[in-house]
C-alpha cells in the first residue's frame, strides 16, 4: 500500500495517555447502579449483569501476574476516526497483561464472529494502522447480533480460538446488543466476557458519565473545515445559499457543534422544533424570513445547516415514519413485492387518513426516501433523506410567493451538500487518537479484571490527558424500554440535544446576530503537529459542557 506522507510521518505519533496508564492499577468499585429508567423489566431481563458498579481504576501497590488471555475484537456500524487506535490500546493492554495474549479480530462486523470468519492481529498489522483513520484493518458491519442461534454460533469460533473476552466497538445498538451477549454468555456459563467501547460521529452515545463517543471530534472538525471553507466562498462570490444537511442519525449534536464552530446564518436543531411543535412549513417560513432580511441588506447569500435526523422530529411527520415503521415491520415483504410504479399508492392506501394526506403532499423523491429499506435495527436511513433539497426547493417556493405579495426582493440561488461519508474515517484528531487508545487499554484491563457487561470508560477529558480517570460503566445502567421494530425492547437510551444544556442555549443566544450579519468563522483543517492549543482541543460542545 502507497502511504501518504502525512500517514508515515503520523504512524509515529505515541497517543497521550492518562498518567494511572503507566502506574500499576488496582480496581475500585461503586455501589450497584439502576438503569435509566424502567427498572424492573430491564433487572428482570438481565439478572446476571443489571445493578453492576461503577468501576474506577486507582494506583495500586502490587503488579498482578495475570495467565495468557485471548481476546476478540468486533468493529460495528458506522466508521469512525479513532477505531484503529482502540485496537491497538486493547493490543496493548492484553500484551501489558501477559506478552502471550493474543488478539483476535472478527471481520466486517458481526457477521465475522457469526460466521467464524476472523484473522489474527499481530504486532505487524497493528503498527500499520496506528493513528489513522478507517476501520478497514477488519472492516465493520451493520449485521445484528441479537439471537441466541447467532450467540451459540459465535460461541463455537470463541471456543476454538480459547478467546475468553470479546470486544465490541459500537455504537448505542450495538452495545446494546453486547449487553444481551454479556448477560446471556453469563447465564450458560460460558466464561465468555463482553466489553463495549462508545464509538459514533454521531455523538449520541454518552450520558453523565460517558463524556462523549469517540469519532465525534474528528468528524465535526473535517465538516466545520468544510463549511468554513464553503462560508468564505459563499462571502466572496455572494450569490449562492448553501444547504448543509449533516450527518448524525436522530440526534443534532454533529449540526449544533459545527454551528459552533463556524457561526453560520441559520441551524435548525431537531430536537428544537419538536420541542416547539413546529411544522415543516414553520421551518421553511423561518428560514424564507432570515432570507428576506438578508436580501434586505443586499446579502443574497447564506449557509444553512440542517441535521441529517430533521424529518424524524417534525411532529407531524414523525407520526407518519412511525406508521410506516409499524407498517414495513409487518409488511416488508409484500411491501418490496410491489412494482416500483405503484408503491406509492400502496402506501396511500394503507396509511391513515391524516397521514396519508401528509404523506401525499410531499414530493415524490422524498416520499419514496421515507419507505426505503429499514437499517438491521429498524431505523429509517436519514442518510438517505434528501432534506436539504426538500428544504432548498420549498423556502424557494415560499420566496416565490412572498415576491408576488412584496415581501421579498432578492435573488435566491441554492446549492445543496451533505456532508457525512467525508468525515467518518478521518485521521483522527489528538483528541480522538489520544482518547481511543485509552479506551481500547482499559478494555484491556476491565478484561484483565474479570468484568463483563461493562463498557469501556475514559473521563475527565477536558484536562490534560495526564489527569484523564479510567474505568468502566455497566451498560445495563444505560437502558431503557423502547419500541423498535414494532415490538417494546430493552436498548440503551439515546443522547440528544439537550435544549436546556449550555451548547444549545450559546447556540441559541447568538443565532439571531449571526442570521443576520455575516459572522463567519473559518476553523481550517485538523492539525495534527504543533502547539496544543491547536492540535489538543477537544469540541466546543465538550468544552462548553465541562465548564460548568
Ligand atoms: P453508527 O451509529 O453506527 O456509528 O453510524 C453513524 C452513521 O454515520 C450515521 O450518522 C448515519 O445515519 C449512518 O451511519 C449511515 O449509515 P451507513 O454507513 O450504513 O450508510
Known amino acids: 500500500m502507497k502511504k501518504s506522507i502525512l500517514q508515515i510521518v503520523r504512524a509515529s505519533y505515541e497517543p497521550k495517555v492518562p498518567k494511572i496508564m503507566k502506574r500499576v492499577i488496582e480496581i475500585q468499585e461503586g455501589n450497584p447502579t439502576e438503569s435509566v429508567s424502567d427498572q424492573e423489566e430491564i433487572k428482570k431481563l438481565f439478572p446476571n449483569t443489571y445493578g453492576l458498579p461503577i468501576i474506577q481504576f486507582v494506583e495500586g501497590t502490587e503488579k498482578k501476574q495475570r495467565p495468557p488471555t485471548n481476546v476478540g475484537v468486533i468493529l460495528s456500524g458506522g466508521q469512525a476516526p479513532g477505531g484503529h487506535n482502540v485496537i491497538a ?89 453486547a449487553c444481551i451477549l454479556a448477560e446471556y ?42 463549511i468554513g471553507n464553503i462560508q468564505r ?185 451533505f456532508f457525512g461519508y467525508e468525515g467518518r474515517c478521518a485521521a483522527p484528531s489528538n483528541y480522538d487518537a489520544d482518547y481511543c487508545y485509552s479506551l481500547g487499554y482499559t478494555a484491556a484491563e476491565l478484561i484483565g479484571n474479570g468484568k463483563t457487561g461493562y463498557m469501556s470508560l475514559v473521563r475527565n477529558t477536558t484536562a490534560p490527558v495526564s489527569e484523564w480517570i479510567i474505568g468502566g460503566i455497566p451498560i445495563t445502567m444505560m437502558m431503557n424500554m423502547e419500541r423498535r421494530h414494532g415490538k417494546i425492547k430493552p436498548v440503551i ?7 436546556d444544556g449550555m451548547p444549545f442555549r450559546a447556540f441559541a443566544s447568538q443565532r439571531d446576530q449571526w442570521a443576520i450579519n455575516t459572522d463567519y468563522v473559518y476553523p481550517g483543517p485538523i492539525q495534527y503537529f504543533g502547539p496544543s492549543e491547536i492540535c489538543d482541543q477537544p469540541s466546543k460542545t465538550l468544552q462548553i459542557e465541562k465548564s460548568n
Open 185 to 226: 454468555y453469563k447465564r450458560i456459563n460460558a466464561n465468555v466476557q463482553v466489553i463495549g467501547c462508545p464509538k459514533t460521529i454521531d455523538g449520541d452515545l454518552k450520558n453523565g458519565i460517558i463524556e462523549t463517543s469517540f469519532g465525534f471530534d474528528t468528524a465535526c472538525k473535517v465538516y466545520s473545515e468544510m
Open 233 to 417: 466562498d459563499c462571502n466572496s462570490s455572494r450569490k449562492y445559499w448553501h444547504f448543509i444537511k449533516l450527518m448524525g442519525r436522530s440526534a443534532s449534536h454533529i449540526a449544533l457543534e459545527c454551528a459552533l464552530q463556524v457561526q453560520p446564518n441559520i441551524c435548525i436543531i431537531s430536537e428544537e422544533i419538536e420541542a416547539k411543535n413546529q411544522s415543516l412549513d414553520d421551518i421553511i417560513q423561518y428560514i424564507a424570513n432570515i432570507v428576506a432580511q438578508r436580501a434586505s441588506n443586499g446579502d443574497n447569500f447564506g449557509t444553512v445547516l440542517v441535521p441529517e435526523g430533521l424529518v424524524e422530529f417534525i411532529p407531524t411527520m414523525k407520526n407518519l415514519i412511525s406508521e410506516l415503521n409499524e407498517y414495513l415491520a409487518h409488511n416488508e415483504t409484500e411491501f418490496k413485492c410491489i412494482k416500483h410504479s405503484k408503491q406509492r399508492k400502496h402506501i396511500l392506501d394503507n396509511l391513515s387518513h391524516e397521514n396519508a394526506k401528509i404523506y401525499e403532499s410531499l414530493p415524490e423523491t422524498i416520499a419514496r426516501q421515507l419507505t426505503l429499506d429499514r437499517d438491521p435495527h429498524g431505523n429509517v436511513q436519514v442518510s438517505l433523506i434528501e432534506t436539504e433539497k426538500l428544504l432548498a426547493e420549498m423556502v424557494k417556493k415560499r420566496l416565490e410567493k412572498m415576491t408576488s405579495e412584496g415581501k421579498y426582493i432578492g435573488r435566491f440561488s441554492t446549492i445543496t451538500h
Open 493 to 499: 437510551q439515546k443522547a440528544l440535544v439537550k435544549l
Open 89 to 177: 490500546g486493547l493490543f496493548d493492554g492484553i500484551k501489558n497483561m501477559n506478552p502471550d495474549s493474543r488478539l483476535y479480530g472478527f471481520l466486517m462486523g458481526p457477521v465475522g464472529l457469526i460466521e467464524h470468519k476472523y484473522k489474527e492481529l499481530t504486532a505487524d498489522i497493528i503498527n500499520e494502522y496506528r493513528n489513522v483513520g478507517g476501520f478497514d484493518i477488519i472492516g465493520s458491519g451493520r449485521t445484528k447480533l441479537d439471537t441466541e442461534e447467532q450467540f451459540n454460533k459465535g460461541l463455537k469460533v470463541l471456543k476454538k480460538l480459547n478467546v475468553s473476552a470479546l470486544v465490541i466497538i459500537g455504537g448505542d445498538d450495538s452495545n446494546t446488543n
